[in-house]
């Protein structure tokens, strides 16, 4: 028998009455007819005295068999709970054959004891039945002078001592069988090497069970531990290399890596018993999951620190590497159980609990506390193999980004509610504040920094789920919000605060990393700042309508639209400052052009004392509005030249000084055309020759400066260009070109 099939034999541990088991039943030859004829003759019957004798000795043969397997190096493929059952059932067996043989040829003999006594009973019957014919040797071989046999021994764990009787009697049988006793009675040599070898079995199964008790509640004693490894080394010793003569009986019994194998057994036993309601069907969520492996967690910090403490310090002075193996028995059991529980695993929850626990708590240093215990000689082996973890990163990012988008429409949705309740946004440090920015920033921090923990690459992966699900937000959320109800000067104002705040704090927070966010977040904010703008323009709107009418020379009708733009300021007080100033400056060129607008739009020119008093009227209201865009802080200054440039034109007493101004005007405004000039010089009564030659002149300038700067002004700014002329003005121009010389 192997090593291995023997360390699948329980012993009992304690000698105790047992009930017999039945006999296994072995295929039988049929008798020949001198047996028949000899059977007749004699007038016996085929009673259970003769079937016993044939079930044992088969038992026999195939435990003989087995043996001879060892000696060779095989395994028997037989059932391993047949091999466990071995020991008990051959010697069992044999005491019934050899008991009811020497009942029949011997009936004065003295009972043999039963079961009851242990393993020595087949050592006292095989002895006895053979002592005169055989090899001289009686009971007392297996039952020494101190009145303890080999079973008790090792029911008591006295390893020790019950090896070195086992190997005293190996050494006498092997020199009885080297002298040539056995010679007429090989099968006395069997049965005699056979008792030894289920005794060194049984040992080995004490083994067994000392180990799977090393862990349990109870434990076992340091004592006992030591003694294990003694006899472990003890074997080692006497079974050094396997006989030249392919002799089983003093075969080497392995019992280094059967103690090993055993160690690798219990730890896996309790390794799949931690959290056995939940491995069971009990996990539904990943909180059961997360309990589950805190559970395996605790378990396996607890044996190991009993291991460190306690185990080695036992198995230290025979030089067995208690932690080490123990150490990988634990890893190997873990990632076993892991793996089960990983095919299990469903929705991003439950996948990113298994890899958050392996990467982060099972691989932490902290993991087994504040012992100082040391690494194994060769690196473990990854918890869970390349392959499988790439497919639960996999899995988990594929939940993830379906999760990530649901969580943008829960977003959406929230803000929805806030609108359709017509919830004014707070005002936090200053500025106007909606709950879209911390939400969608928890959002992706949160995920970003979960997948961080467990791998680099996870972590980029989740910050591409997130970008591209906050790009598909954008337009949605701009489309849900400019179709409700809730479009106010606060409510824009704070979408355009969250739009930046998440432009800076997320492009600071992972650089290098989310820049395509950078354009969709500056266009749903100049989104927002055009509809802010939009609602300045039509509130303004009327007021332009009576500027420049008879009303406007003797009454001050630009205030009205003034106080609209103070008030529209104070919103952008709240609004953050980059876009606050661009928002004022582009409120400052719209009233600007507005008001020009309106100026040469004027479908009659001005005539004696009106042209003068609409040119100090322009003077004044030019200056009001650069004092009202100054004080509100506007920086747009390039502004400030293009309605005192009008009004000195129109009030110009020294016709020939006109053109200085106009040059003026033209090269502060490149973006002015010649309809624009046209209109200009339409305000006041001119001749047509002077016409033609300031209309020319504005044609040079103009081309030169196309030449040198294109059709815009210096920094790009735009004013005339997105006024407006009517055809009519075309036409006119187009004459007074023609009538030139």
Not at 128 to 136: E, F, I, M, P, Y
Not at 695 to 717: C, F, I, M, V
């Amino acid at each position: 028998m192997s090593s291995s099939s023997a360390a699948k034999m329980p012993l009992p541990r304690t000698v105790t009455s047992a009930p017999v088991l039945h006999r296994a039943k072995e295929p039988m030859e049929p008798p020949t007819a001198a047996q028949s004829t000899q059977r007749a003759s004699d007038g016996d019957e085929p009673g259970p005295r003769w079937e016993g004798l044939r079930s044992g000795l088969g038992t026999f043969r195939r435990a003989f068999h087995w043996s001879s397997q060892r000696a060779s190096g095989q395994t028997p493929k037989d059932d391993p709970g047949l091999l466990r059952r071995g020991s008990h059932f051959l010697l069992r067996s044999l005491r019934r054959t050899l008991d009811s043989s020497a009942a029949a040829d011997q009936p004065q003999a003295p009972d043999v004891p039963g079961v009851a006594q242990g393993l020595e009973a087949p050592s006292a019957v095989i002895g006895g039945a053979n002592q005169k014919t055989c090899t001289g040797v009686g009971p007392e071989e297996l039952e020494p002078g101190a009145g303890k046999s080999v079973a008790d021994l090792i029911t008591e764990r006295q390893l020790l001592a019950a090896f070195q009787q086992l190997r005293h009697l190996e050494t006498q049988l092997v020199a009885e069988k080297a002298s040539g006793t056995f010679k007429q009675n090989p099968t006395a040599f069997a049965r005699r090497a056979m008792d030894v070898c289920l005794h060194y079995d049984g040992l080995a199964a004490e083994i067994s069970t000392i180990v799977h008790e090393t862990l349990s509640p109870d434990g076992v004693d340091t004592a006992t531990l030591a003694e294990l490894a003694d006899v472990v080394h003890a074997e080692e010793e006497a079974h050094r290399a396997p006989p030249a003569d392919g002799d089983f009986l003093t075969t080497p019994r392995h019992w280094r890596q059967h103690w090993e194998d055993a160690v690798r057994r219990s730890v896996q036993e309790r390794v799949q018993q931690a959290g056995t309601g939940e491995a069971l069907g009990a996990v539904k969520g990943a909180s059961d999951l997360a309990q589950l492996l805190t559970n395996l967690g605790c378990l396996v910090r607890r044996d190991l620190q009993k291991v460190q403490l306690q185990v080695q310090p036992a198995y230290a002075a025979s030089g067995f590497p208690a932690w080490e193996v123990y150490l990988h028995a634990f890893h190997g059991a873990v990632a076993q159980r892991l793996q089960e529980l990983a095919y299990k695993a469903r929705g991003s929850e439950q996948l990113y609990v298994l890899l958050d626990w392996a990467a982060n708590v099972y691989s932490s240093p902290e993991f087994l506390g504040a012992l100082d215990l040391g690494l194994p000689t060769e690196p473990l082996p990854p918890l869970l193999a390349p392959d499988l973890w790439a497919q639960l990163e996999r899995d988990y990012t594929s939940f993830l980004e379906t999760k990530i988008m649901n969580c943008f429409d829960n977003i959406l949705q929230l803000e929805q509610s806030c609108w359709a309740a017509a919830e004014a946004p707070d005002i936090l440090q200053g500025r106007y504040h909606t709950p879209l920015c911390i939400d969608v920033h928890t959002l992706v921090a949160q995920h970003v920094k979960a997948a961080g923990a467990v791998s680099v690459e996870l972590k980029a992966t989740t910050l591409q789920i997130c970008a591209r699900a906050l790009r598909l937000f954008l337009p949605r959320f701009e489309k849900a919000f400019l179709e409700s109800k809730a479009v106010n000067e606060p409510q824009l104002g704070a979408n355009i605060n969250a739009c930046e705040e998440l432009r800076t704090s997320l492009l600071s927070k992972f650089p290098g990393t989310l820049e395509e966010l950078e354009k969709p977040l500056v266009a749903a904010a100049s989104t927002f700042q055009k509809q802010l703008l939009q609602g300045l323009q039509h509130n303004v709107q009327p007021y332009f309508r009576v500027l420049c009418t008879k009303a406007w020379l003797t009454q001050d009708m630009l205030q009205p639209l003034m106080d609209e733009v103070v008030a529209f300021a104070q919103h952008l007080k709240h609004v953050a400052p980059p876009w606050a100033q661009e928002t004022l400056q582009e409120a400052h060129r719209y009233v600007v052009r507005e008001y020009l607008a309106q100026v040469l739009k004027r479908p009659k020119r001005f005539q004696g004392v009106d042209r003068m008093t609409g040119a100090q009227k322009m003077n004044l209201d030019a200056q009001a509005i650069c004092d009202t865009f100054q004080g509100l802080g506007s920086e747009a200054t390039w502004l400030g030249q293009a309605i005192p440039c009008m009004a000195d034109i129109l009030g110009e007493t020294d016709k020939d000084d006109i053109r200085r101004h106009l040059e003026t005007l033209i090269r502060s405004y490149p973006d002015i055309r010649n309809d624009h000039v046209l209109a200009i010089l339409a305000l006041r009564r001119l001749g047509l020759r002077r016409k033609q030659l300031l209309l020319q002149r504005a044609q040079d300038l103009l081309s030169a400066a196309a030449k040198a700067e294109g059709s815009q002004a210096p920094g790009g700014h735009v004013l005339f260009g997105e006024i407006q002329m009517s055809t009519s003005t075309d036409v006119l121009i187009t004459r007074i070109c023609c009538s030139c010389p």
